[in-house]
C-alpha cells in the first residue's frame, strides 16, 4: 500500500497544474463551508454570551422581543418606562437577590447613554464569566460622571477627564444637546465585544439630571453647534426661556425641508411623544410634551427637541436628581428556581403592567428568527462543495485516457486491477485531504489576519478555537464524498485495464 | 516450485481463445517452451501475437486448454492470482512506451520489487537499490538512473523497460517486439545485451517479432501461423 500511495503522490504530482487546480477548488470550497460555519457558532456564541448570570429582564408591558433588544442590545426602545417606586416594589421582593435598573433614551453621537446604578458594574456577566471591567477610571458615582464603553472611547478618542455633551432622543443631531450640563467621564470599560462597548454608562440621578437641565435652559439650542462638537457654547446662552413663539427664537434656522418648524407647531400635541425616549418620559398623568421627537431612526436634526417646553411642568427646578422612572431592570434572584415564579408574579402584576423575560429563551427565540439565513449560506456553502468535488471528478475522468498506458505497465509488473482502483481512488482523496486541510489552514488564516478587522466592523468577537463537531463532520463528509468519488473513474479504469490487457488499443 | 527442474517455462495443450463466442483468435494445440530458452516468436500483425501474449502473461483467461507458465495452470486460476503469478515469475517488455513517465528511471526499474513483496523475496537479501544499479550497469544506462525517463531516447528507455523486466530474476521474460522502434545499429545493441542479461540470470526469453532478420541470434524459432490454426481468421478480421 506505501507503493501504491507512493505512486499515487507521484502521479498527482506529475499533474501538478491540474492536481492544484482541483485542490484549489476544493480547498475554496471547504474554506467556505469551515468558515460559514466557524462564523456561524461564532456570532451564535458571541449572541448567547451577551448576556449572562441574569434571571430575569423586566420592561414595561411589551413583546418579550423588544424588552430584549432594547435592553441587552440597545436596539429601538421599550416603549413606555417603568416607575421607579414599581422598581423598588420589584428590588425589594423577597425573591429577589439583586437588580439593575436601566435608564435608557439618551444619546451622544449616536451612542446611547444609560443611566444606571453601581449594581451594573458588579452583577453583569457576559460570555463564559466575562465582568465589567475598567480599563481606566472607575464607575460614576456623582450625577456628572461619565463611564465610556471601549468602542465609544477609542472612536471618539476621549480619555479620562473630557467633557461630554449629550443628546435628547437618539439622532446624532447637535440642535438638542444638553449642553448646560456638561459630563466628565471618569473611567472606560475594557472592551466586551458586546453591546457594552457601544455605550455610554451614567447614573440614574445623571439621566435626570439632564433632562432637568435640558428643561430649565432650551434656549441653548437655538445657537447649538454642529452635530458633534463638543464645546459648549450654550454655557454663555442667556437664561432666557424663548417661549412659545417662533419670533423669540431668532438664531434658529431649519434646515431646509425640514417638516416641521418648531414654532409652527401647536404648543400642545397630546399624545405625540414617540416611545423612542422613555427616559424623557414626563411622570404618568402630567400633560405630554409637545413638539414630538422624530422616530429613532431619524437622521434629520431635531428641531423639536428644541421646543420652547411651554407647558411642561417644571417642578424639577430643585435640582433633586431623583430617578421616577427607570425604562427596563434585570433581575437576579436568590435561588434561581424562582426565576419562573417571579416572572409569572410579574407579568400578572396588576399595579403596574410589566413583561418579564428570561434572557436565555429570550435569545433562543431571537437567534430562532434570525438564524434562518444561516441555512441559505449553508446551502450555498455545500454547492460549492459539490461543484468542487465534482471539479475533481472531471479531471480525474478525464485524465483517464492519457493514462491508458500507464495502466497497462502496471498490470504487466503485476498489479491487480484492484491496484488499478486504489491507486485512483488514492490520488482523488489524497487530492479530497489536501483540499481539506487547506482549507481549513485558509480559514484560520483568515481569522488570524482578519479578526482584529472583524471585531472593529461588527463587533462580533470570533474565537480562534479549534475545529467544532460540525466542522469535523464536514470535513469528514468531503473527505468521504471525494474519496467516493475517486470510484468513478477507478471503476471505469478498472473495466480498461481488463479489456485493455497489455495492450492499450491507441 | 523452482526447485523441481521438470516443468518447462512454457506449455500451452489445447488452447482455444475467443473474444467473442465462436470467434476463436488462438487455437493452438501445443508449444512448449524449455528453461533456459531464447525462443523467437515469429508472426506478422494479425497473427495472433498481443493476444498469445496475453494469454501467456495471466492477462488473459484461454477459453478452453491449459496454459502452464512453470508447470502452473493459469487457466483455473483467479484473477488475483494470476497476477499475483506474472508479478513474481514473468517480465514483461513493451514495443514502447514502457515506462511510467512520473517515476525516475531508478523507480521505474524497482516498480515490480516495490509492488511486489514475493518479488522482493527473490532478490534474496539483496537491496533492490543496489540490485537495480547493477542491471543499469550491465545495460548502460547507470548514469541515466537519477534522470527522468522523459529524457531518455528511446533505446536507452527500452532497456530501463529490460532491466525492469529483469529485477528479481523471474524465470520467464517476454518481449513484444521490443526495438522495433530502434534502428539497426541500436537494435543489434540492444539484443547484445538482453541476451546477456537473460543469461546471466538464467531467464527464459520469449522474443515475439515481425522483423525476420532477428531470428539467427535465438536459440528457437517458432513460425506462430503455423502453430496458431485459428490465425487466419484474425487477418481477415484486422
Known amino acids: 500500500m506505501g507503493t501504491i500511495l507512493r505512486l499515487a503522490l507521484q502521479s498527482l504530482r506529475s499533474r501538478a497544474f491540474t492536481s492544484f487546480l482541483t485542490v484549489a477548488s476544493i480547498a475554496l470550497s471547504v474554506t467556505l463551508l469551515v468558515g460559514i460555519e466557524h462564523v456561524r457558532s461564532g456570532v451564535r456564541e458571541s449572541f448567547a454570551g451577551t448576556i449572562r448570570g441574569v434571571d430575569l429582564i423586566v420592561g414595561a408591558r411589551g413583546g418579550s422581543l423588544q424588552v430584549l433588544l432594547s435592553t441587552v442590545f440597545g436596539i429601538g426602545a421599550s416603549s413606555t ?37 453601581n449594581e451594573f458594574y458588579e452583577r453583569y456577566r457576559f460570555r463564559q464569566d466575562g465582568r465589567v471591567s475598567f480599563a481606566q477610571g472607575r464607575a460614576a458615582e ?32 447637535g440642535i438638542a444637546d444638553h449642553e448646560a450640563n456638561p459630563f466628565k467621564v471618569v473611567g472606560i470599560l475594557n472592551r466586551t465585544f458586546t453591546p457594552i462597548d457601544r455605550a455610554i454608562y451614567v447614573t440614574l440621578g445623571g439621566i435626570e439630571a439632564m433632562h432637568e437641565d435640558f428643561e430649565q435652559a432650551p434656549s441653548a439650542a437655538p445657537v447649538a453647534p454642529p452635530a458633534g462638537t463638543p464645546s459648549m457654547p450654550g454655557a454663555e446662552a442667556p437664561p432666557v426661556m424663548p417661549g412659545a413663539t417662533p419670533p423669540a427664537m431668532p438664531g434658529y434656522e431649519p434646515p431646509p425641508g425640514t417638516p416641521t418648524m418648531p414654532g409652527a407647531q401647536p404648543p400642545v400635541m397630546p399624545g405625540a411623544t414617540p416611545p423612542a425616549m422613555p427616559g424623557y418620559e414626563p411622570p404618568p398623568g402630567t400633560p405630554t410634551m409637545p413638539g414630538a421627537q422624530p422616530p429613532v431612526a431619524s437622521t434629520a436634526p431635531a428641531p423639536s427637541a428644541a421646543e420652547p417646553d411651554a407647558d411642561h411642568d417644571d417642578d424639577h427646578a430643585d435640582h433633586d436628581h431623583e430617578a421616577e422612572q427607570v425604562s427596563s431592570f434585570m433581575v437576579g434572584t436568590k435561588n434561581r428556581f424562582e426565576a419562573l415564579q417571579l416572572q409569572r408574579e410579574m407579568n400578572t402584576d396588576l399595579v403596574e403592567p410589566v413583561t418579564a423575560i428570561i434572557p436565555g429563551v429570550a435569545l433562543g427565540e431571537l437567534w430562532q428568527n434570525i438564524s434562518s439565513a444561516e441555512v441559505g449560506l449553508r446551502i450555498v456553502a455545500m454547492f460549492a462543495v459539490a461543484i468542487g468535488l465534482t471539479g475533481m471528478l472531471v479531471a480525474l475522468y478525464s485524465s483517464l485516457d492519457a493514462r491508458r498506458r500507464e495502466m497497462a505497465i502496471l498490470r504487466a509488473v503485476g498489479a491487480g486491477p484492484r491496484t488499478i482502483v486504489s491507486l485512483l481512488v488514492i490520488e482523488s482523496a489524497l487530492l479530497a485531504f489536501v483540499g481539506c486541510v487547506l482549507g481549513v489552514l485558509f480559514v484560520y488564516a483568515i481569522l488570524t489576519v482578519g479578526q482584529s478587522a472583524i471585531e472593529a466592523r461588527s463587533g462580533v468577537h470570533l474565537a480562534i478555537r479549534a475545529l467544532g463537531a460540525t466542522e469535523w463532520k464536514y470535513l469528514a ?5 471525494g474519496t467516493l468519488i475517486g470510484f468513478v473513474p477507478a471503476i471505469k479504469a478498472y473495466r480498461t485495464s481488463l479489456t485493455d490487457g497489455l495492450s492499450p488499443r491507441a | ?77 483467479s ?15 513493451f514495443q514502447q512506451f514502457n515506462l511510467i513517465p512520473y517515476l525516475s528511471v531508478r523507480e521505474n526499474i524497482l516498480l515490480p520489487v516495490r509492488l511486489d513483496s514475493a518479488r522482493r523475496a527473490k532478490l534474496g537479501g539483496t537491496d533492490p537499490v543496489k540490485a537495480a544499479e547493477s542491471l543499469a550497469s550491465d545495460l548502460d544506462i547507470a548514469s541515466a538512473l537519477g534522470s527522468p525517463v522523459t529524457e531518455l531516447s528511446v533505446g536507452q528507455q527500452q532497456r530501463v523497460a529490460v532491466a525492469r523486466a529483469l529485477i528479481g530474476s523471474p524465470e520467464v521474460v517476454i518481449c513484444d517486439e521490443p526495438t ?3 534502428d539497426s545499429d541500436r537494435r543489434e545493441r540492444f539484443l547484445q545485451l538482453l541476451f546477456a542479461s537473460c543469461q546471466k540470470a538464467g531467464t527464459t526469453l520469449v522474443f515475439v ?22 490465425s487466419a481468421l484474425i487477418a481477415k478480421e484486422n
Open chain 1, 81 to 117: 418606562a417603568i416607575s421607579y417606586e414599581t422598581y423598588e416594589r420589584w428590588a425589594e421582593h423577597p425573591a429577589v437577590a439583586w437588580s439593575i435598573p436601566f435608564a435608557l433614551g439618551d444619546s451622544h453621537r449616536s451612542y446611547r447613554v444609560i443611566g444606571t446604578t
Open chain 1, 142 to 173: 456623582t450625577d456628572a460622571d461619565v463611564v465610556l464603553g471601549a468602542e465609544v472611547a477609542s472612536r471618539l478618542g476621549y480619555t479620562l477627564g473630557a467633557p461630554i455633551v449629550v443628546t435628547h432622543g437618539l439622532q446624532g443631531g
Open chain 1, 477 to 481: 463528509l468531503v473527505l468521504g464524498a
Open chain 2, 1 to 77: 516450485m523452482m526447485a523441481n527442474a521438470a516443468p518447462p517455462a512454457v506449455a500451452l495443450s489445447n488452447v482455444r481463445f475467443a473474444y467473442r463466442p465462436g470467434q476463436d483468435v488462438v487455437s493452438i494445440d501445443t508449444l512448449t517452451i524449455e528453461r533456459g530458452e531464447t525462443v523467437f516468436l515469429h508472426g506478422p500483425s494479425g497473427s495472433g501475437k498481443t493476444t498469445l501474449l496475453g494469454l501467456l502473461a495471466g492477462v488473459l483467461t484461454a477459453t478452453s486448454g491449459s496454459v502452464r507458465i512453470l508447470g502452473q495452470d493459469l487457466t483455473p486460476m
Open chain 2, 79 to 93: 484473477s488475483g492470482s494470476r497476477d499475483a503469478f506474472r508479478a513474481q515469475h514473468l517480465g514483461y517488455v
Open chain 2, 180 to 182: 522495433s522502434a530502434l
Open chain 2, 209 to 230: 517479432s515481425h522483423d525476420f532478420s532477428l531470428q539467427p541470434l535465438f536459440s528457437r524459432t517458432v513460425e506462430l501461423p503455423q502453430i496458431n490454426s485459428a
